[in-house]
């Protein structure tokens, strides 16, 4: 990856609000090519509870200077990951991240613990 991207996560208050989304904190994304409202949906994971969100893929919903679901598709891994950058009631601001998964990986358990921001 050789510029920052940055995306715009949505739906989250289907899920758990906007607990798990404490700003550093690291997400799971993975592709979801199954679904058969979008062929290009990107699902936001947290280990342990699942789904909490999607990258938004529609005009309405992405925040300016964020890449739609379908403008990253092609540029990222089935399964890859972000980080929180930004909230506000509507919307998360997260940058996909390029380090090791196993860093990245590392990091999610260590806020998993510490349940960092997302607890009830």
């Known amino acids: ?44 994971l947290l280990p342990i509870i699942g789904q909490i969100g999607f990258i938004a893929n529609n005009t309405q919903y992405i925040a300016g200077g964020t890449m739609s679901a379908g403008r990253i598709y092609d540029k990222v891994e089935d399964k890859f990951y972000i980080r929180v950058m930004f909230t506000t009631q509507s919307k998360i601001i997260c940058r996909i991240e390029s380090g090791s998964e196993e860093e990245l990986e590392k990091e999610i358990q260590t806020q998993l613990m510490q349940n960092n921001g997302w607890s009830q």
């Open 1 to 44: 990856m050789e510029k920052e991207m940055y995306v715009t996560v949505t739906g989250f208050s289907h899920y758990y609000g906007r607990k798990p989304f404490a700003i550093g904190n690291v997400l799971v994304c993975a592709k979801d090519p199954s679904n058969k409202y979008d062929s290009e949906s990107i699902i936001v």
